[in-house]
């Protein structure tokens, strides 16, 4: 079946300028995450949705930054007043949700945004 | 809170060769769980493996297996009749019950010909 898609795959963006990330989820996956790889900062966990929960937001690193899930599917990663410590690599993963082995997270190929 | 360190920055490995990537992390939790991906330049997060903390049997796919050491956290990936393919950056990763990853600096594999 699909996999994890993420929408763009690369964004050029100007300093101060808002912009969106898109993530659709594995079909009959539950739960959904965010994360972010940078040099400086490795691979960072920003946000995670699961079903109907309120979402763990301990990761983010600002209030410049938001996400929202629709419908328990897609999610829209949204980064208002970009600066340039945000040119990242954001990736989106998926998994059945709960707690046993079975819970493997499957990630989509990453949007590169790159803040200039 | 937990920590994944990856000591490895790079590896290299001759073609069929085996070759040991090394992960260690931090956690006062009893159950979790440990995995390794991996990331060719495609950026794609690929899952090699995965180890349940209560398992004491390591786990193993095809020509991939684990050293889990509990008492030690210690979490190493064996790369056995190592491919061309098989070049990409590792990351070692750990879930605790909240769900997220933590995961390790990441460890560059060459695979040489």
């Known amino acids: 079946g699909a996999g994890v898609s993420q929408s763009p795959s690369n964004k050029v963006t100007e300093k101060g300028k808002d912009v969106e990330l898109r993530c659709d989820p594995i079909s009959g996956h539950t739960a959904l995450y965010w994360y972010r790889q940078s040099l400086g900062q490795g691979l960072e966990f920003l946000i995670y949705?699961?079903?109907?929960?309120?979402?763990?937001k301990s990761g983010l690193p600002s209030d410049r930054f938001s996400a929202e899930r629709t419908g328990g599917s897609v999610s829209t990663l949204t980064i208002q007043r970009t600066q340039q410590e945000d040119s990242a690599v954001y990736l989106c993963a998926s998994s059945l949700g709960g707690q046993g082995p079975t819970d493997t997270q499957y990630f989509g190929p990453g949007t590169r945004l790159t803040v200039l | 809170a937990q920590t994944v360190t990856q000591s490895q920055p790079e590896m290299s490995v001759q073609e069929a060769e085996t070759v040991t990537l090394s992960c260690t992390y931090d956690?006062?939790?009893?159950?979790?769980?440990l995995f390794w991906y991996k990331q060719p330049p495609s950026r794609q997060m690929i899952l090699v493996i995965r180890q349940e903390a209560y398992k004491q049997q390591n786990a193993t796919e095809n020509r991939f297996s684990v050293n889990f050491q509990k008492a030690a956290k210690s979490f190493s990936l064996k790369i056995s009749d190592s491919q061309l393919g098989d070049a990409a950056m590792y990351f070692c990763?750990?879930?605790?019950?909240?769900?997220?990853?933590?995961f390790g600096q990441g460890t560059t594999l060459q695979v040489k010909p």
């Open positions: 990763a750990y879930r605790s019950n909240t769900g997220k990853l933590i």
């Open positions: 956690t006062s939790e009893s159950d979790y769980y």
């Open positions: 949705f699961q079903g109907n929960s309120a979402p763990d």
